[in-house]
């Protein structure tokens, strides 16, 4: 495997960055990969990496919960079942900010439930997903194509009232192109939603080289509040609004005991989630610190 070698910051360009943290991939390959830290702004990216044509095979594996439909054990029924309740908040959430069920644009939608249920909910739906085994479940379950990238030819001129983002921004290579195209298909007046693991929270540093939710090398980026903020504003967004997804906490842990110990620990897990909510559910900058967040975001 050849790795690719980030020589700036993908937030800020600065070319001085030291190492941060050293995670092993406890999903596929067994291998260790190096995180390291911005001397400048303070981001965080996984660095080397593999390139976006090697990645795909980093998600090869039966655990990787979003890319198929089953639950095959308990990790994956619990997900499911934390999936269904999530899905009727995140539409809720979508039918409170945006005002209206218009053109809502899924990137990275997986199997295609949230999707699916969207549909169900009256909104006009389009999607793209990497992965040809999970695309092909989703179009069954949408009943609308959903396309391999933003890259196809069916984006182009089109604009959406929401685009929504669920823990896909930190898989992305091309960043900035990436939000730069987001800014251009969104509507004066749309709303992206972006949903990032967030390595501030109290289970990110209680687990440390551990932690679940850096899944090295598929999460190539490491999102603070204060990076996504930056990251936002460098491409004409504002942070419209910061919230908490309180399951997550629980589901990285359950997954963060098994790496820490070698087995799951269902008591540790819920003990270390909910001490992660209580402690980022207001912090003193007013806004939440959970294991992720949910940021909203508006064109400048």
Known sequence: MILETLTQCPVCQSTRFHDFLRVKDHTVSQAE???????????KFTNPRPSAEEIGQYYQSADYISHHDKA???????????????????IKLLNKTVGKKGSLLDVGSGAGFFLSQAKAAGWKVSGT??????????QGRVGEDIYETIDDPFFTNKQYDAITMWHVLEHVHRLDETMDWLHQHLTEKGKLFVAVPNHESEDAHAFK???????????LYHFSK?????LAEKHEFRV?????????AYYVGLLSTRYQSGKT????????GT????????PADGSPNTSSLIYILAKA
């Open 33 to 43: 990969f190096q995180i390291v830290a911005c001397d400048s702004c303070g981001f």
């Open 240 to 248: 419209q609004g910061i919230l908490p997804m309180w399951f997550d």
């Open 226 to 230: 204060k990076a996504t903020r930056q």
């Open 209 to 219: 080289e551990n932690w679940a939710a850096y899944d090295v090398p598929r999460h």
């Open 275 to 282: 001490v992660s909510n209580w402690k980022g559910r207001k």
């Open 129 to 138: 997903e990497p992965d040809a085994q999970a695309r092909t479940i989703g």
């Open 72 to 90: 095959q054990d308990l990790m994956s029924t619990i997900y499911n079942q934390v999936r269904n309740h999530t899905t009727r908040q995140k």
């Open 265 to 272: 620990s269902l008591p540790q897990s819920v003990w270390r």
